[in-house]
C-alpha cells in the first residue's frame, strides 16, 4: 500500500495493524490545530506548537506502534489563509516522505476541495 492524501471518505481499516485518527470538526485558530494534533498524536512533550515542530512531528510518529495510519479531516481547519498553505504543503510533503520509506502506510482523507485552496 502507498501513502497517499485523498478526497472523501472511503471503507476505514478495522485491523489490528491500523489506527485512524479522526480530526475535530470546527479548529479556529492556529494554536487551537497545533493543541488538537497534540493530543490527538500523542506528540512528544519537546512539541514546539509551530509549523517546524508540526513538520518534524508528522513526519516521524516513531511512538505509534501501527504500520498503518489514517488521519482524516471531517472539515478544513479554519487556521488562515497563509497557514492553510502551509498545513497543504506540509502534509503533501510527509506523504512523499512516508512513500520514500515506507516505514508507515499514511492515508490522509481530506474533505472536498481541502487541496483546492488556492494563494
Avoid at 13 to 24: A, G, I, K
Avoid at 48 to 55: K, P, S
Amino acid at each position: 500500500m502507498s501513502c497517499m492524501i485523498e478526497m472523501g471518505t472511503r471503507k476505514i481499516p478495522n485491523d489490528r495493524n491500523s489506527v485512524v485518527f479522526f480530526v475535530s470538526e470546527g479548529i479556529k485558530g492556529k494554536d487551537n490545530f497545533f493543541n488538537i494534533f497534540r493530543t490527538l498524536l500523542n506528540f512528544p512533550s519537546y512539541f514546539g506548537f509551530n509549523w517546524d515542530a508540526f513538520d518534524e512531528c508528522i513526519n516521524d510518529l516513531h511512538w505509534i506502534t501501527y504500520k498503518t495510519v489514517w488521519i482524516v479531516f471531517n472539515d478544513t481547519p479554519d487556521v488562515g489563509k497563509e497557514n492553510i498553505f502551509i498545513l497543504q504543503s506540509i502534509l503533501k510533503e510527509s506523504v512523499d516522505h512516508w512513500n520514500k520509506t515506507k516505514e508507515k502506510d499514511i492515508t490522509i482523507v481530506v474533505p472536498p476541495g481541502f487541496l483546492l485552496i488556492e494563494r
